[in-house]
């Protein structure tokens, strides 16, 4: 009588799938609401009431961007010989995130505000700057707490994360 054992399989460990996502968006969004309304309210010098309603719009379409954004992020990191998520990564992740918002909260700050396209964007750079950082600090965060998503363990083949960037794997 032979005893054959099953082929180990790889699974991921920490909060992984849509519990994961669902978690990350509410955490993500909530903060971010809180933070955008005041300084959209120091910014505009209007109060908090009406620039809460255009951080409630800015966090419904940065939820949406969110999920496609982080969906396509995923997809690309899940190719890429090298595991894990290095501040190179990090950064290209939330220079990429925050990039895209530009193309739609400009438009939505300038009519909400009733100002030209070039102020609200002057508006949005402090925004963005915040949320360059806001983005990157909670991400590592985040996964800290839950643990790296599937995207960016170590595979079955063996491939370990990593999360220090050397000259060859500076984005990978």
Not at 64 to 73: G, K, P, Q, R, S
Not at 153 to 167: C, L
Request: with cysteine.
């Amino acid at each position: 009588m032979s005893t054959q054992t099953a082929p180990a399989t790889h699974r991921p460990t920490g909060l992984q799938g849509l519990r994961r996502r669902v978690l990350y968006v509410t955490l993500y969004e909530l903060i971010a609401i809180v933070a955008a309304t005041a300084a959209l309210a120091w910014l505009t010098g209007q109060g908090p009431g009406h620039s809460g309603v255009v951080a409630v719009a800015a966090s419904a379409i940065a939820v949406v961007w969110n999920l496609v954004f982080n969906w396509a992020f995923e997809r690309w990191e899940a190719r890429q010989p090298v595991r894990g998520r290095s501040t190179a990564r990090r950064i290209a992740h939330a220079i990429g995130f925050e990039g895209g918002l530009v193309f739609t909260l400009v438009p939505l700050f300038a009519w909400w505000f009733k100002v030209s396209l070039w102020q609200a964007f002057v508006m949005d750079l402090g925004l963005i700057a915040f949320f360059l950082c806001y983005t990157f600090v909670f991400n590592w965060g985040f996964d800290r707490i839950f643990g790296l998503p599937a995207s960016a363990q170590a595979g079955p083949s063996g491939v370990q994360a990593t999360t220090k960037a050397t000259p060859q794997t500076v984005i990978q």
